[in-house]
């Protein structure tokens, strides 16, 4: 059983930064494929970004919206992963969603074994 924390949302105005925590535990955190995901109140969950890691490289994903704005990190060590946002937007807030699965990534969420609770991030204009 894998569990997962997200920290580090709150409120920002616009143009602001923020940068996202997610940590595991419970299982092998590094054969694992971390996702973010985030829903706004009255949408569907949508994928933001994921990353995978094996011996030789890192592979990451980012949603267009988030693309050039956001990076994507971990560290093993810590058996955490991290969101960094930046030039966020109003049109960013939602709860953003720690996910992780079995490598490879994935922008599908139905593949995510695993979820943290979420933790809300607010952009005000």
């Known amino acids: 059983q894998v569990q997962l924390v997200e920290s580090g949302g709150g409120l920002v105005q616009a143009g602001g930064s923020l940068r996202l925590s997610c940590a595991a535990s419970g299982r092998i955190f590094s054969t694992f494929a971390m996702g973010w995901f985030r829903q706004a109140p009255g949408k569907e969950r949508e994928f933001v970004s994921a990353?995978?890691?094996?011996?030789?490289?890192?592979?990451?994903i980012y949603a267009d919206s988030v693309k050039g704005r956001s990076t994507i990190s971990r560290n093993n060590a810590k058996n955490t992963a991290y969101l960094q946002m930046n030039s966020l937007k109003p049109e960013d807030t939602a709860v953003y969603y720690c996910?992780?699965?079995?490598?490879?990534?994935?922008?599908?969420?139905?593949?995510?074994?695993?979820w943290g609770q979420g933790t809300q991030v607010t952009v005000s204009s």
């Open positions: 996910a992780a699965k079995n490598s490879p990534v994935s922008e599908a969420s139905r593949q995510y074994d695993y």
């Open positions: 990353i995978s890691w094996n011996n030789r490289s890192t592979s990451t």
